[in-house]
């Protein structure tokens, strides 16, 4: 297991864009796959972006697909979710979770530790 806290979360206008940041704990975090997720109001939790354990490989959901990218820095024990082009449909709080596995899922059951959540709130 790791420990995950999110940072960078705001409030930002349409079009602008957000960095979010997941530092990890734990020496095993290079041999961990990462995602983010999030879960808007009233919405049940969503896949956004995954990456595998060295970074070559990433996935993302249609709805953030060119706007948003998932990276890693496995010396810093942290990953990334750099957003662009935000609208008010990415409003929701975002999570970060590891997964105990070279590569990643879409499946938020596949993934064993999460972070708290940081609120994004895009306003237009």
């Known amino acids: 297991q790791v420990q995950l806290v999110e940072s960078g979360g705001g409030l930002v206008q349409a079009g602008g864009s957000l960095k979010l940041s997941c530092a990890a704990s734990g020496r095993t975090f290079s041999t961990y796959a990462m995602g983010w997720f999030r879960q808007a109001p009233g919405k049940e939790r969503e896949f956004v972006a995954a990456?595998?354990?060295?970074?070559?490989?990433?996935y993302y959901a249609n709805s953030v697909k060119g706007r948003f990218t998932i990276s890693r820095d496995n010396a810093k024990n942290t990953v990334y979710l750099q957003m662009n082009s935000l609208k008010p449909e990415d409003t929701a709080v975002y999570y970060c979770a590891a997964r105990d596995s070279y590569y990643p899922t879409r499946d938020q059951a596949d993934f064993g530790s999460w972070g708290q959540g940081t609120q994004v709130t895009v306003s237009s």
């Open positions: 990456i595998n354990w060295t970074g070559g490989r990433t």
